[in-house]
């Protein structure tokens, strides 16, 4: 369905979302700056997961493999190992061996299809979730291992920035997040982006006008673990520790979840959705014990009645008033 919100709009309403997240850590609260960090995370996980399941038609359910990876990395350069602190070395290292680990992964699930795919992707990563659980000399088993300090944005003597203070955090996390919305934007303009989505429409016509469908899915597959390898070091830079929970199918379904709420294939959904989820869990627990039933409730009356997720609901509006207009 084509959109009633037109990309000037649509352009507007994000800027002035941007506005607010910048002006935010002048209220001054930590805790909720804090909070505000961790949803920008859990966005960028779930534009990286979008750009599998609502732009490829892949559903995975092992992505929490590369977010758990993304913070073992950075553990065990920084911590385990202690070979380095710097941000500038661990964080590209957290997404190229995420990287490389989803490229040899896709090698192997991506020549399966439908469910196969759903399970073959849930059984690598608790593969991934069991070697860190059960290798205590590495992962330190279930209680995970602890970081000895933020990673140092040094260089050289000069140190731009300081990761420990509370809002600069923050607005690396989002200056992180904007980073990887205007990148998705040039990648589902390029080519690629366009045999991507064409190969979600239909897969086996796009096999027979010739593009190497295999190949492609290869590449959003890998790109997208890395995002998600990302996401799961900023994460532990936030938390201060990691543990095997990060690589768990738990995560994994939060990630469909967020863009069930939010909305799949739309750039902005992962964010809307990420909003929506731990908003939704801040207000539910707080007024609930079994919040957990509730939130299962809202989540299906949103598929029923908002299929397109929140990000439709300005469509929605729209909609109404020109009906009631006419």
Do not use: C
Request: no cysteine.
């Amino acid at each position: 369905m084509r959109s009633l919100i037109t990309s000037p709009t649509r352009a507007v309403i994000a800027t002035l979302f941007l506005l607010v997240l910048a002006a935010f850590p002048f209220f001054e609260e930590e805790f909720y700056t804090e909070m505000v960090t961790r949803v920008m995370i859990l966005s960028i996980f779930a534009v990286s997961l979008d750009l599998l399941l609502g732009y490829t038609g892949l559903i995975s359910f092992g992505h929490a493999a590369w977010f758990g990876l993304g913070g073992y990395v950075l553990a065990l350069l920084g911590t385990k190992y202690r070979l380095t602190e710097s941000l500038w070395l661990t964080m590209p290292a957290a997404m190229a061996v995420t990287a490389a680990a989803s490229f040899l992964v896709g090698l192997l699930v991506l020549r399966t299809r439908g469910m196969f795919f759903i399970m073959v992707t849930l059984a690598f990563a608790q593969i991934f979730y069991f070697f860190f659980h059960d290798v205590e000399a590495l992962g330190g088993s279930s209680d995970g291992l602890h970081l000895r300090g933020k990673p140092s944005a040094s260089i050289g003597e000069w140190v731009p920035f300081d990761l420990s203070d509370t809002n600069t955090l923050y607005y690396f996390v989002l200056v992180v997040l904007v980073a990887l919305l205007l990148f998705m934007v040039l990648l589902l303009r390029s080519p690629l982006g366009r045999a991507l989505q064409g190969i979600r429409e239909n897969e086996h016509r796009m096999e027979a006008i010739g593009f190497p469908v295999f190949r492609y899915k290869l590449a959003a597959f890998t790109i997208s673990g890395a995002f998600a390898g990302l996401a799961g070091y900023l994460f532990a830079v936030l938390n201060g520790s990691v543990n095997p929970e990060m690589l768990s199918w738990h995560q994994s379904a939060d990630g469909l979840l967020i863009l069930i709420l939010g909305g799949m294939g739309q750039l902005w959904g992962g964010v809307i959705g990420a909003f929506t989820f731990v908003l939704l869990q801040q207000v539910l627990s707080g007024v609930a014990d079994k919040w957990h039933l509730w939130m299962g409730i809202i989540i299906i009356l949103l598929v029923l009645f908002l299929p397109g997720g929140m990000i439709s609901l300005l469509d929605r509006l729209k909609g109404l008033w020109q009906g009631r207009a006419a």
